[in-house]
């Protein structure tokens, strides 16, 4: 796949942006740079082109180092959510483990509760027994069901909260991008104008 390439001016002077990204990606990249210096320009007249420039790397710098400070300490935030959901997921599958066999165990004992139907006068005192041990797992099932339904929500909610804390690191991602893609082309308009500089100096010599 070929670079995109565009032709921005910044502070009154051409550059050409080569990049990956999508060609308005570039023209903000460098329309936000361009916006920097003359911000500062006009804030203060004594400011030279180079001074200016100067002065805007090390704002866009300091957004940068902010951004990432920002982001680490999201991705430390995200971790905690991560480990109670998995603590909350182990659970979980202990429990619908618990639960399926109390169930199978609970169709046992009520397929074998029907068996003993046929012969109720017989076996009564027995069938009394096997139908309070029903109620006491059915008692324990329902419980279960109430505690997995619980967790349930729990995974949810948490897995919503994760899914939103990996949304804003990689919103904080793309702002870093941007934030070092501006660092390189103010570090190269900074070289350039010293550069300029030391040949007009020269020049005047």
């Not at 109390?102 to 009564?124: A, G, W, Y």
């Amino acid at each position: 796949m070929g670079k995109n390439k565009v032709n921005v001016k910044i502070n009154g002077i051409e550059y050409t942006l080569t990049g990956n990204e999508p060609e308005e990606y570039l023209f903000s990249i460098g329309n936000f740079v361009d916006k920097k210096i003359k911000e500062i320009l006009r804030s203060n007249l004594n400011h030279s082109n180079t001074s200016a420039t100067a002065l805007a790397a090390i704002l866009i710098a300091d957004e940068l180092f902010k951004l990432r400070r920002e982001f680490e300490t999201l991705k430390q935030v995200s971790v905690e959510p991560k480990i109670k959901l998995e603590e909350l997921e182990r659970e979980y599958e202990k429990l619908f483990e618990m639960y399926n066999s109390i169930s199978d165990e609970n169709n046992k004992l009520r397929q074998e509760n029907q068996e003993l139907l046929t012969t109720v006068e017989e076996f009564k005192s027995h069938y009394q027994e096997v139908s309070m041990t029903v109620d006491t797992y059915n008692e324990q099932l329902d419980a279960l069901q109430r505690q997995i339904d619980d967790l349930t929500l729990q995974k949810q909610s948490l897995e919503n909260e994760v899914n939103q804390k990996e949304s804003d690191i990689e919103e904080l991602k793309d702002k870093l991008l941007e934030g070092e893609i501006e660092i390189v082309r103010l570090k190269k308009e900074l070289k350039e104008a010293r550069d300029f500089n030391k040949k007009s100096f020269y020049n005047r010599g």
